[in-house]
Structures are given as structure tokens and as C-alpha cells.
């Protein structure tokens, strides 16, 4: 079964046709940037090299200024100053770097600084590179020949919510609105027909992303459902839960996860889930300025880390829902 012949059966009178038939019209009124689309082409092909990718990023003069300071940031404490792209991805890492642009451009593209009152809009970016920069780690751990797949769909999982913040207010006040008076953020986007996944996933298909983003956007949150790239969607729904132990997260989820599941997908053993947690606590909360920073977000807040507790909560379940 295609990606597109489950979304039919998964979309069939679970999304407000008013909602629908909008996105139709986004579809061809709104379009992800050049730089952003190749940027993605050129990190989810192993063949690329560092030069390709350089030659993206420097025709952008603004987004050049930015990898610059990005690169000039006490984090990687560079002795003398980063004048130039090809330095600045010799210090960070093509890939690291490509999808940070590609941020940028979705930041871009989707303006919802003007969001409705209760969502904190500087969050949703957050969360979405954190994903992705989660995915990548995961994916280095179970020993993925290639990590680009996995960062793009981690950074582009939430298109959905983006598009209900930007494109769609009047609609997703309703939905804060109703998690504001108890409701979770799931059961509350069924209960208004504009669950997210399928909104980003509608999106991703009008717009021919390749079938593994949207598969990843469409199963996030069912992952043992996707068809075809189980292994990617499973990396994927991993980092989000993640995410929110770490600190990253939306209000707008509550997410419950059988790590059996996830273990079993991605040939993990409980121990090495708990070491990749430990590992990845210890960078977490020194990367995340950086995200800050290139997006324009300003000072990092505080954030609570909760990795510690699902290490516990792992053990006490016996890989039960988290």
C-alpha cells in the first residue's frame, strides 16, 4: 500500500472540508523557498558534497550573515574569527548547517509570530529542531548509514501545526481553547476536525515532498501504522516523545509512547536507550541557544530537563507506555 492509498483511507471524513479545500488553495498560494526545497534534496542524498551545499547557502547574503555569527558563537570557541560559509561548515557540519537554514526558511515561509494568545510560537521552531536534531543522533546510535532523511523529517513532522498557527488562527484558538478547559490536544483536534498530521500530510502531498516526509508528517503518532518507512517514522515519533521529556515540547500534545514499540523498531535494547539519554542530556541544553540564536529567538529559556524520569519510568513499566 502507497503512502497516499493509507492517507485515503486515514483522511476519509476526519478533516473539516472547509479545512480541505483551503489547503488546495495554500497549496498553490504559498511554497517553500528554493533554497529551502534544494537544501532539503541535497541533505537527504548521501552523495552530496560540502561544496554543493555551500554553493546554496552563500546565495543567500542575509542567511550567510547568520551561518557566520552561528559559526563565530562561544559554543564552538573558535580562536580566530569565521569569515566565510566554507569555514563556517567546516566548524558545524554541512548537514547540521543545511538544516538550520532549512529552518529558517520554514520560519520564513510560515509567519506566526502573530499567533493566537496562549501558544508560544518561538516553541513550535524550537521543537522542531530539536526533533530533528534528536533524530539525528538516533539515527547515528542504531548505526544509519545515512542521517539526512531523518533530520528533514524530524524538522518537518509538525508542518500541520504550523499551518493551523499560520494559516488557519480562527481554528486553532478553538482548539486552544479547548485544551485550556482539559481537553488534550489530540482529542481536541478530533473533536474539530483538524488534526494536524493530516493537514501537514495533505500539504507535504500537494506539494510532492518525497513520500518519506510524508509519511513521517501522516504517522508520527501511530508509527507501528505507517506502510513503507517504518524505520524513519519510528526514528522520528521516538524524538518527539523526547523532546517533550527533555523540555521541547508543545502544549498541544500529549503523547503516549510504548517504547517497546520503538525499541523493537529500531533494534534498541532498554540499556541503549538509556545511554543515548544520557548522552544526549549532557549537549542538549548547550545546542539549544544555537537554535535561538540562527532563528532570531533571542536568549534561551530555562528548560526542565525530564530525561532522567523517563530512565525511571522505562525501568518501573517494563517498557510499558510511558
Not at 162 to 167: A, H, R, T
Request: glycine share 6%; charged share 20%.
Amino acid at each position: 500500500m502507497t503512502v497516499a492509498q493509507s492517507a485515503t483511507l486515514t483522511m476519509d471524513g476526519r478533516l473539516d472540508p472547509q479545512v480541505t479545500h483551503r489547503l488546495r488553495d495554500l497549496s498553490v498560494l504559498v511554497s517553500l523557498p528554493q533554497v529551502t526545497l534544494r537544501l532539503m534534496s541535497l541533505i537527504s542524498n548521501p552523495n552530496t558534497s560540502v561544496k554543493e551545499v555551500q554553493e546554496v547557502l552563500e546565495r543567500d547574503p542575509a542567511l550567510t550573515a547568520k551561518i557566520i555569527s552561528l559559526a563565530n558563537s562561544t559554543y564552538y570557541s573558535v580562536r580566530t574569527p569565521v569569515k566565510t560559509v566554507e569555514r563556517a561548515i567546516t566548524i558545524i557540519g554541512y548537514q547540521e548547517l543545511g538544516l538550520l537554514a532549512m529552518g529558517l526558511g520554514l520560519s520564513e515561509t510560515f509567519n506566526i509570530t502573530t499567533s493566537p494568545k496562549g501558544f508560544d510560537w518561538e516553541s513550535l521552531w524550537i521543537h522542531s529542531l530539536a526533533v530533528s536534531w534528536l533524530s539525528q543522533r538516533l539515527a547515528q546510535r542504531v548505526g544509519l548509514a545515512e542521517i539526512g532523511e531523518p533530520m528533514v523529517a524530524g524538522l518537518l513532522h509538525e508542518l500541520g501545526i504550523i499551518i493551523l498557527v499560520s494559516k488557519f488562527p480562527s481554528q486553532f484558538q478553538n482548539l486552544l481553547d479547548l485544551i485550556l478547559a482539559g481537553q488534550s490536544g489530540l482529542e481536541a483536534e478530533k473533536a474539530l476536525r483538524i488534526r494536524h498530521e493530516l493537514i501537514g500530510y495533505e500539504l507535504a502531498r500537494q506539494w510532492k515532498l518525497p513520500e518519506v516526509y510524508q509519511e513521517v508528517i501522516l504517522y508520527h503518532h501511530c508509527p507501528d501504522k505507517a506502510p513503507r518507512y517504518k524505520q524513519v517514522v519510528a526514528m522520528t515519533a521516538l524524538a518527539d516523545a523526547l523532546s517533550h521529556k527533555l523540555g521541547f515540547g508543545l502544549m498541544t500534545e500529549v503523547l503516549e509512547v510504548d517504547l517497546a514499540y520503538y525499541l523493537e523498531a529500531l533494534g534498541l535494547s532498554v540499556l541503549e536507550l538509556q545511554g543515548f539519554i544520557k548522552d544526549t542530556l549532557l549537549v542538549a541544553n548547550e545546542v539549544s541557544p544555537l537554535w535561538r540564536q540562527l532563528l532570531r529567538f533571542g536568549e534561551p529559556s530555562a528548560s526542565k530537563s525530564r530525561f532522567s524520569s523517563l530512565m525511571k519510568e522505562s525501568e518501573a513499566r517494563k517498557l510499558g507506555p510511558a
